[in-house]
């Protein structure tokens, strides 16, 4: 088992940066495959990154390809995500999760955090 908290979220303008971070309890953090999503209101909740647990594999939706960075720290049971160039449309509730094998499907994650609220004024 593990309890996922995210923290770092806020209100920026577009163009500037944020850093996310997932704190992970329980001894078993370092053997999960790790992901982050994101949800606006009335839609889909929606991939945006994942890494596997050795840090050997990263993915990206397209859509902040080039933009976020994906990085786990497995000693101190913390999962990132650095967030520059944000976009108005970047704006949603991210939430990270944990899963045995590394995918991009929500389905596919057994463990969630709360999650925190990214608003990116235009």
């Known amino acids: 088992q593990v309890q996922l908290v995210e923290s770092g979220g806020g209100l920026v303008q577009a163009g500037g940066s944020l850093r996310l971070s997932c704190a992970a309890s329980?001894?078993?953090?370092?053997?999960?495959?790790m992901g982050w999503f994101r949800q606006a209101p009335g839609k889909e909740r929606e991939f945006v990154a994942a890494?596997?647990?050795?840090?050997?594999?990263?993915y990206y939706a397209d859509s902040v390809k080039g933009r976020f960075t994906i990085s786990r720290d497995n000693a101190k049971n913390t999962l990132y995500l650095q967030m520059n160039s944000l976009k108005p449309e970047d704006t949603a509730t991210y939430y990270c999760?944990?899963?045995?094998?590394?995918?991009?499907?929500?389905?596919?994650?057994?463990?969630w955090g709360q999650g925190t609220q990214v608003t990116v004024s235009s």
């Open positions: 890494i596997s647990w050795s840090v050997s594999y990263t």
């Open positions: 329980g001894r078993t953090f370092s053997s999960y495959a």
């Open positions: 999760a944990a899963a045995k094998i590394i995918n991009s499907s929500p389905r596919g994650y057994e463990h």
